[in-house]
Nanobody, 122 residues
Framework: QVQLVESGGGLVQAGGSLRLSCAAS????????VGWFRQAPGKEREFVAG????????SNADSVKDRFTISRDNAKNAVYLQMNWLKPEDTAVYYC???????????????WGQGTQVTVSS
C-alpha cells in the first residue's frame, strides 16, 4: 500500500510560481512511478507530468512543457512539481498519483492522493 498526501497549493497571481509536494508512505513507493494530474471544474482529470521510479525518465503534457518540472527524492519519499509562469487556465485541483512507468495515463495509476487546490488569478 502507498498513501499519498499533497501540499503546497494555494492562490497565486498569473506569472507566479508554486511548488507542490507529495509525501508518500509505504515501503513500495520507491519502486513506483509517480505522476501529477489535475482536474478543473466541469472538466475531466488530465495528466500533467510524470516521473519513473528511478527519476531517470519524465514526461510532461504539452500544456505545461517548459513551465512545470517534476522531480523526486526517494530518500525522503517525496515527489515535487515546480510550477512556473502560472496561467489562469492552470487553476485546478492537483492530484499526486503512484503507479506504473511514468504514470502518464489514468489507467497506469494504482494510488491517488486527495488533491490540493491551485488557483491562479488574472
Amino acid at each position: 500500500q502507498v498513501q499519498l498526501v499533497e501540499s503546497g497549493g494555494g492562490l497565486v497571481q498569473a506569472g507566479g510560481s508554486l511548488r507542490l509536494s507529495c509525501a508518500a508512505s509505504g515501503r513500495t513507493f520507491s519502486n513506483r512511478g509517480v505522476g501529477w494530474f489535475r482536474q478543473a471544474p466541469g472538466k475531466e482529470r488530465e495528466f500533467v507530468a510524470g516521473i519513473s521510479w528511478s527519476g531517470g525518465s519524465t514526461s510532461n503534457a504539452d500544456s505545461v512543457k517548459d513551465r512545470f518540472t517534476i522531480s523526486r527524492d526517494n530518500a525522503k519519499n517525496a515527489v515535487y512539481l515546480q510550477m512556473n509562469w502560472l496561467k489562469p487556465e492552470d487553476t485546478a485541483v492537483y492530484y499526486c498519483a503512484a503507479g506504473i512507468g511514468t504514470v502518464s495515463t489514468a489507467a497506469s495509476v494504482v494510488y491517488w492522493g486527495q488533491g490540493t487546490q491551485v488557483t491562479v488569478s488574472s
